[in-house]
């Protein structure tokens, strides 16, 4: 690769105008995003863009283009290499609507939070428009013909097979086919992209990638897989159809659990998924990255800043001090698609890497003191590991904790200790998760969390009170929340300290009923807890739980559970807890006036 002439200590040129102000007269990879740019590792755009830089490729940013019109796509030379799309951070359907479908009056990750351009709130002006890799990849294919158009971030990752969009309350084909995308990137997709690349630099067929899904015709799969009719392959797994699933919905079912059991033991199989016309060929993911690569990807020169003409945007402001410890998770929450999408390893990052990363934002200008948090998924699986290496199953949480699950309860103490020593750190919190079954295995680390580290309040997710509800979502029995409780007291007490624990709960999840609820509050206020914290199930694509929710049925046994679906049955469970839970006393007035209204 040609050097480039780039000051790597600034952000990604998000124009023409910029990357010729840097000597360009060619353009490698335009990479397209839902959300507006920011420098920052926890931007999935900006992380591949460094990387790409980091390996010698030219690289812009065309940050919230305008999707009823392919000018902002033209304002850009034809790449050379290829174009990358995103929706974001997050997938655009949840960025859009509410778990109930009524339309989002802000957006996070827009600048202002304003998910519209001007005040006229039509469907031309949203800046993120719905299912955005779809429009992205279709206006991009109309200016860059003949340039390969790669999907990747979570919502081509989650919407790579077969799925469910809660907007239009039903199942869609693979944004791989809709899109016609020559390929989607699955999962985190830094080496996967890297090849990508280096496959369009020698002018060969971006196919064969591991971490990718390819569309292949009959003809081409035939040249593909040719024993695929013998059907016996032990190297294929073979998902129902668009058509299996359209004639028996419970086979919507049976190939979630499948995608599942696959991802979390990361199976080398190849996955194929007839859709209509065309076949989806899943590749088996490469190897995660090891601590040191991950160390690498997070030690390059973000500058940690939105671009400079963007205005405040609300989800930097919430992570702009925080610190990425710990990527992959082995929870397996059914509700969650982190392990489908971040994979079920888990990989943390050296101390000396968080520690070079802490000393940089200590040393920024505007650092007022306080790093929001030293985490990832789930903040205290930083520094475990397998003491059999790995097993099929990974499921190192539930029912109860694996024997093989090696906790290193010093090497995060250490950590806290480090960065709480750095110069100009007054303040050092854990904001992310914690899994309370691994706290009470690690009383120093629960101890010293709540001494020094907890922001207000320690925030806890127990999802609900009722067992057999709790074991469809994969979390642990509702005594695990009692021993909890009890042990933070006796600390507290220790401490002379009161201790505040905000409890994270689902309503209207399947299999969920208002008398479960009922039930939910006298627990809860048995325990002293208030549920301040609480949201609807939103029936998102790639987890089990919505699969449950699209089947009405059990994942274990296929016998037929309540589906909480219409929007009454939604609001008389989260009703219950709104009646019960308040924050403040104008709160419950509000709410009793509503009521008589």
């Known amino acids: ?246 004639v028996k919905q419970e086979r919507f079912l049976e190939a979630e659990i499948e995608l599942d059991q696959h991802a979390r033991g990361c199976s080398p199989r190849i996955i194929l998924q007839r859709q209509q016309s065309h076949w989806v060929v899943q590749h088996p993911a490469p190897p995660p990255l090891t601590p040191e690569e991950l160390d690498a990807l997070y030690n390059l020169p973000f500058t940690r800043r939105p671009h400079p003409i963007s205005q405040e945007i609300p989800a930097y402001r919430m992570i702009r001090d925080s610190v990425t410890i710990v990527r992959g998770c082995s929870g397996n929450c059914s509700f969650c698609a982190i392990t489908r999408h971040q994979g079920p390893a888990i990989i943390s990052r050296g101390e000396k890497s968080i520690l070079s990363e802490c000393h940089r934002i200590a040393g920024m200008k505007d650092f007022g003191g306080t790093i929001s948090d030293l985490g990832g998924p789930t903040a205290n699986l930083y520094g475990t590991s ?43 919190f854990i904001s992310s998760g914690l899994r309370m079954e691994l706290l009470l295995l690690t009383p120093r680390l629960l101890e010293t969390i709540l001494r020094s580290h907890t922001p207000g309040a320690l925030k806890i997710a127990p999802e609900h009170s009722d067992d057999a509800l709790l074991f469809l979502m994969h979390k642990e029995p509702h005594d695990l929340l009692q021993n909890f409780v009890r042990k933070c007291r006796e600390i507290g007490k220790k401490l002379g300290k009161k201790i505040e624990l905000t409890p994270y709960i689902i309503t209207s999840h399947p299999g969920s009923t208002p008398e479960l609820v009922e039930r939910l509050v006298k627990d809860l206020q048995r325990l002293g807890l208030k549920a301040r914290k609480f949201q609807d199930f939103t029936p998102t694509p790639g987890t089990l739980s919505t699969a449950m929710y699209v089947t009405g049925l059990r994942p274990d046994t296929k016998q037929a559970i309540t589906v909480p679906r219409c929007h009454s049955d939604r609001q008389k469970e989260r009703r219950i807890l709104e009646g019960n839970f308040h924050r403040k006393v104008g709160d419950r007035k509000e709410f009793q006036l509503k009521k008589k209204k």
């Open 1 to 246: 690769m040609n050097k480039i002439n780039y000051n790597l200590s600034s952000p990604l040129p998000i124009s023409w105008a910029e990357c010729a102000a840097r000597g360009w007269t060619e353009l490698d990879v335009l990479l397209v995003t839902g959300d507006a740019y920011v420098d920052h590792p926890s931007y999935g755009v900006a992380l591949i863009g460094r990387l790409l830089l980091s390996h010698g490729y030219r690289v812009a940013i065309l940050a919230q283009p305008h999707f009823d019109t392919s000018a902002d796509f033209s304002a850009f030379p034809v790449p050379l290499l290829f174009c990358g799309i995103t929706a974001g951070n997050l997938d655009s359907i949840v960025a859009n609507y509410s778990g109930n479908g009524k339309v989002r009056d802000t957006d996070a990750y827009s600048p202002g939070g304003n998910p519209w351009r001007g005040e006229v709130q039509s469907k031309t002006e949203r800046r993120r428009p719905d299912r955005a890799c779809l429009l992205y990849a279709s206006l991009a294919r109309s200016v860059f013909r003949g340039i390969p158009i790669v999907l990747g971030g979570i919502e081509a990752s989650l919407r790579r097979f077969v799925h469910y969009d809660y907007k239009q309350e039903g199942l869609r084909s693979s944004f791989l086919t809709d899109a016609k995308a020559d390929i989607i990137v699955y999962g985190m997709g830094e080496k996967a992209v890297l090849e990508i690349a280096e496959k369009c630099r020698l002018k060969a067929p971006i196919s064969h990638i591991a971490g990718t899904c390819q569309r292949l015709t009959d003809r081409e799969l035939a040249s593909f897989i040719p024993d695929f009719e013998a059907k016996s392959c032990k190297k294929i797994l073979l998902l129902p159809s668009w058509e299996d699933i359209g």
């Open 386 to 428: 397998c003491a059999i290496g790995s097993c099929k199953k990974r499921d190192c949480l539930f029912p109860k904790l694996c024997p093989n699950l090696k906790i290193n309860e010093e090497s995060f103490l250490s950590l806290l200790k480090e960065v709480s020593g750095i110069e100009r750190v007054k303040h050092l």
